[in-house]
């Protein structure tokens, strides 16, 4: 049974950091693409960062980029997104996903496992 769960998400004031965690089980992180997505209130969820099941390259949306990065650690089967800078429209909840069974996309109906969610507020 595949888990992803989630950890690290809360409120904080703009311009703050917050690190999220998505701690996996019932997958190897070194055979899975793996993704942070992003659900604003009232909005759709969207792609927010990636990292290739290699560990080879990563892709982030340009409204976080140079802002958020993400990244892994294989012995603990984790990934992470570190997020600095954070302001208000960065609000939402954030979602790990896990891709085992296609190329490195955004699209977010590659992605066959899905976590809770965590919640991210920014007040101004």
């Known amino acids: 049974q595949v888990q992803l769960v989630e950890s690290g998400g809360g409120l904080v004031q703009a311009g703050g950091s917050l690190k999220l965690s998505c701690a996996a089980s019932g997958i190897t992180l070194s055979n899975a693409n793996m993704a942070w997505f992003r659900q604003a209130p009232g909005k759709e969820r969207a792609f927010t960062a990636g990292?290739?099941?290699?560990?080879?390259?990563?892709d982030y949306a340009d409204v976080v980029k140079g802002r958020f990065t993400i990244s892994r650690d294989i012995t603990k089967n984790t990934v992470f997104l570190q997020m600095k800078g954070l302001q208000p429209e960065d609000t939402a909840v954030y979602y790990c996903?896990?891709?085992?069974?296609?190329?490195?996309?955004?699209?977010?109906?590659?992605?066959?496992?899905w976590g809770q969610g965590t919640q991210v507020t920014v007040s101004s």
């Open positions: 996903a896990a891709d085992t069974q296609s190329q490195f996309t955004r699209w977010q109906s590659s992605y066959n496992y």
């Open positions: 990292i290739r099941w290699s560990g080879t390259e990563t």
